[in-house]
């Protein structure tokens, strides 16, 4: 073969061989979607839809493969779902129901104590009594030295082991002792999202089943939960009778709650907690809760609470304490709750919570709880400084008991009223509690 034809033979295999890597690379990656493309979506239902089912299972499936996807929408179906376990939320996959008609509805309790001892960092308990126990279900594990907080775990059921023993799909956070009557329950968050992002839950009612489940603390559960999550969204939700705190997100970047009803639940209403930041709740209702309307736990900064009805909770309409700085509560309806519209828990100055304003709010009706305090609407312990209460209404709506409408801690330094109009006090403000 001439040099001339080897040359161009040379030329025709390389542009060939080009073509073909480029079209497999262009196979395996494709180019970025654009702004038009459809995301996934799977609709799930009891009747019909794409996966049918009346429980956790089918929810988790659709969730799941979306998931596996790099994410999408699932579309709930009216109807009440049975759930033995939490619907554990994944990065990018929205879950979208339909308001008032798609309930999700936690099934009744079971309890057993453990016939071994758990310890730190085992897969696996061993339950006396395993009757009503399967796998899948979502439990928590405790003693009477750990009964609530973080010290709690939460885990599923993912293997029977034995007759007795199943593996638990966390390792457990502590030891757990038969001689402190260490127990095992079946109840989790109806809702859960552990260190996920990018998510919208909307249009869910929860059924807390109040009166067959166990109790589970807001540090590790609620109706909707959140732990170590960032940019979740939660609208237009309903959580009723939970047996623990309606909405609770911890250690959560960047959430917010909106439009949402927490009601009747046994704990507390709304709970932002330990250490989350830029929170945002707004058009909110928090109503006849067993605890406090919102409970502002600790470390949350830079958070806005607007627009909420926070009405007959039986302690505080709104708590706030613990290194809670820079946050802004505008336009809220605190009213008729069983003790403080507001209350600022005793903290030390490194630990008060300073920097927050309270512009534009109607607290009415509330009453001081702590014996021997002045009947008072806003209540303040402890040292918590440049605190600023502008243009709200307080007091009560009818002549009543003698009240104060700003009982102040003289360790409260920088306090700022203004334009602040009080309704049937004996003292504005006054110096306690």
Known sequence: MSLRKRLAWTLIVGTWLATVV???????AGPPPGRDSQPAEIRVGIDQGDIRGADNRALQAAVDSLAAL????????????????????????????????????????????????????????????PAGFQVGDGVCIHDDATPNG????????????????????????????????????????????????????????IDGNRGHSHSLDGCRGG???????QAITVRNCVVRE??????????????????????????????????????????????????????????VKHGLFEDNEIRGN??????????????VFRNNTISGNGAAGVEFRNEQEPMGAHRNTFEDNRILDNWASAPGDAKACIVIRGHHHDLVFRRNTLGSSKPG?????????????????????????????????
């Open 401 to 433: 008991p003698a009240t104060v409408g700003i009982l102040a801690d003289p360790a409260a330094a920088g306090l700022t009223s203004e334009g602040n109009r009080f309704l049937n006090v004996k003292s504005e403000i006054a110096a306690g509690p």
């Open 314 to 327: 039986k302690h505080d309409g709104i708590s706030i304490g613990h290194k809670d700085t820079d946050n």
């Open 70 to 129: 790099g994410g999408g929408t699932v579309r709930i179906g009216p109807g009440r779902y049975q759930m033995r376990n939490a619907l554990t939320l994944r990065d990018n996959v929205d879950i979208v129901g339909v308001p008032g008609k798609t309930i999700l509805a936690a099934c009744d309790g079971c309890r057993s104590r453990l016939a071994a001892d758990g310890d730190c960092r085992q897969r696996e308990i061993t339950l006396a009594d």
């Open 223 to 229: 109706g909707i939960y959140l732990f170590e999550s």
């Open 242 to 299: 939970y047996n623990g705190d309606g909405i609770s997100f911890q250690v959560s970047d960047h959430v917010t709650v909106e439009n949402c009803l927490a009601e009747h639940n046994a704990g507390l209403g709304l709970h932002p907690g330990s250490g989350s930041q830029f929170p945002v709740l707004r058009h909110n209702r928090s109503i006849g809760n067993g605890v406090d309307g919102l409970f502002v736990c600790w470390r």
């Open 22 to 28: 480029v079209g497999i690379g262009s196979t395996q």
């Open 150 to 205: 973080f010290e709690v775990t939460t885990a599923t059921l993912t293997a029977r082991l034995d007759a007795n023993t199943f593996r638990i799909s966390m390792p457990l956070y502590l030891d757990y002792m038969m001689a402190k009557h260490a127990v095992a329950k079946r109840v989790f968050p109806v809702v859960g999202g552990w260190q996920v992002k990018n998510v919208l839950v909307e249009g869910l009612t």
